[in-house]
């Protein structure tokens, strides 16, 4: 079987720790590459081989989970999505994911985005609470209906958009692009009735309109989610509610379930595998 054939590739890494620099710096690494590696095989084969202490964040190795965005030869994306030899075939640079504060090295600091992300309340809100605690049955939506924000639930919260984001960098109390998107998912969703909840938080100062319209977040989405979108249509809807021309939102009815249907049974949440 014929060998691959190996690249010398030099990968120049944005290193970090808190505890002994004072500032980032860069750190010089030469690895052999071949066909088919990705960013983060890579990133692995160096911790392995060459410097044990190189910190960064990975999971699924699918593109799936998000765990690994780095900034990779100045575009924030998923390590575990690009092959190394698509990009280069001699100089790589690596780093975190800007508009965040850094842990270590490659590992930035999502809390803040998960708190927006926590407080713009991405789930179904309603005020038939008695249904919602002991539904009857289902909320009834239509395939068109669904359509409506069905690509904006594919964010898998990696928080490249945000790292990609100009009014991010200017602005550490804008929501940001992932927040806002998922407000206009959920707003837009016909099971939803909390969208005046949520508009305390993005028609506010430093909100939505915040959003110059870049479009970096879209271009930057390893998911195709496509955020700048999302965001314009959450201040087209903003501004028609200003203007007492939106339409009135009317939510789900409940649809009853069959005389003869058998609910499944309740699956239990399994216990804690990890201290805290």
């Given at each position: 079987?014929?060998?691959?054939?190996k690249?010398?590739?030099?990968?120049?890494?944005?290193?970090?720790?808190?505890?002994?620099?004072?500032?980032p710096?860069?750190q010089?690494?030469?690895?052999?590459?071949?066909?088919?590696?990705?960013?983060?095989?890579?990133?692995?084969v160096?911790?392995?081989?060459?410097?044990?202490?190189?910190?960064?964040?990975?999971?699924?190795?699918?593109g799936?989970?998000?765990?690994?965005?780095?900034?990779?030869?100045?575009?924030?994306?998923?390590?575990?999505?690009?092959?190394?030899?698509?990009?280069?075939?001699?100089v790589?640079?690596?780093?975190?994911?800007?508009?965040?504060?850094?842990?270590?090295?490659?590992?930035?600091?999502?809390v803040p985005?998960?708190?927006?992300?926590?407080?713009?309340?991405?789930?179904?809100?309603?005020?038939?609470?008695?249904?919602?605690?002991?539904?009857?049955?289902?909320?009834?939506?239509?395939?068109h209906?669904?359509?409506?924000?069905?690509?904006?639930?594919?964010?898998?919260?990696?928080?490249?958009?945000?790292?990609?984001?100009?009014?991010?960098?200017?602005?550490?109390q804008?929501?940001?692009?992932?927040?806002?998107?998922?407000?206009?998912?959920?707003?837009?969703?016909?099971?939803?009735?909390g969208?005046g909840?949520?508009?305390?938080?993005?028609?506010?100062?430093h909100g939505?309109?915040?959003?110059?319209y870049?479009?970096?977040?879209?271009?930057?989405c390893?998911k195709?989610?496509?955020?700048?979108?999302?965001?314009?249509?959450?201040?087209?809807?903003?501004?028609?509610d200003?203007?007492?021309?939106?339409?009135?939102?009317?939510?789900?009815?409940?649809?009853?379930?069959?005389?003869?249907?058998?609910?499944?049974p309740?699956?239990?949440?399994p216990p804690?595998?990890?201290?805290?």
């Open positions: 079987m014929e060998q691959m054939k690249v010398p590739i030099t990968f120049y890494i944005r290193r970090f720790d808190p505890v002994t620099d004072e500032e710096r860069i010089k690494y030469v690895l052999q590459v071949e066909k088919g590696m990705t960013v983060l095989d890579c990133i692995h160096i911790k392995e081989e060459q410097d044990p202490s190189l910190a960064f964040r990975f999971s699924c190795r699918m799936v989970c998000g765990s690994c965005a780095m900034l990779i030869n100045g575009k924030p994306t998923l390590a575990c999505n690009t092959q190394t030899l698509d990009l280069t075939d001699s790589l640079t690596v780093g975190a994911l800007p508009n965040f504060n850094i842990i270590r090295d490659l590992v930035p600091d999502l985005m998960f708190g927006v992300h926590q407080r713009v309340q991405p789930y179904i809100i309603r005020k038939d609470t008695q249904e919602m605690e002991k539904p009857s049955g289902e909320y009834f939506q239509s395939p209906q669904l359509e409506e924000f069905l690509q904006f639930t594919y964010c898998i919260k990696c928080g490249v958009c945000m790292a990609a984001c100009p009014t991010m960098a200017t602005d550490r804008y929501p940001g692009p992932m927040a806002l998107t998922q407000a206009y998912r959920y707003n837009t969703d016909s099971r939803d009735d969208g909840e949520r508009k305390d938080l993005v028609a506010k100062s939505v309109f915040g959003c110059h870049a479009g970096e977040c879209s271009n930057a390893p195709g989610v496509d955020p700048a979108r999302a965001i314009q249509l959450l201040k087209r809807d903003l501004v028609r200003y203007l007492h021309l939106g339409k009135d939102h009317a939510c789900a009815k409940t649809h009853p379930l069959p005389p003869n249907a058998e609910r499944k309740k699956i239990e949440a804690f595998t990890a201290g805290t």
